[in-house]
């Protein structure tokens, strides 16, 4: 059964740091393109960042560009989304999700979603 376990979440104040992790299991993960999203109360879900399967490429969100960083490590079938700099906007539950292909294609939907990981970032 494929699964997308999410940590590190948690509370931090304006200008701190967190990381966040995913952990995939069930299924190889490490030929899929892989990816956060994050949805904030009373918000729709929208996209913060994507990698490709080899890592070589990545995508992201105007509003998180320079200060959030997408990384994988396919030995340990594992995303990580590294978020400096945190602002109060950045409060949400963030979710990570697989794509059921190489490279992300923003027109294609994500196969496999996480359950999430609050964020909360004090002002």
């Known amino acids: 059964q494929e699964q997308l376990v999410e940590s590190g979440g948690g509370l931090v104040q304006a200008g701190g740091s967190l990381r966040l992790s995913c952990a995939a299991s069930?299924?190889?993960?490490?030929?899929?393109?892989m990816g956060w999203f994050r949805q904030a109360p009373g918000k729709e879900r929208e996209f913060v960042a994507a990698?490709?399967?080899?890592?070589?490429?990545?995508d992201y969100a105007d509003s998180v560009n320079g200060r959030f960083t997408i990384s994988r490590d396919n030995a340990k079938n594992t995303v990580y989304l590294q978020m400096n700099s945190l602002k109060p906007e950045d409060t949400a539950v963030y979710y990570c999700?697989?794509?059921?292909?190489?490279?992300?294609?923003?027109?294609?939907?994500?196969?496999?979603w996480g359950q999430g990981t609050q964020v909360t970032v004090s002002s």
């Open positions: 990698i490709s399967w080899d890592g070589r490429s990545t």
């Open positions: 069930g299924r190889a993960f490490n030929n899929k393109a």
């Open positions: 999700a697989a794509h059921s292909i190489l490279y992300y294609i923003p027109q294609l939907p994500w196969a496999y």
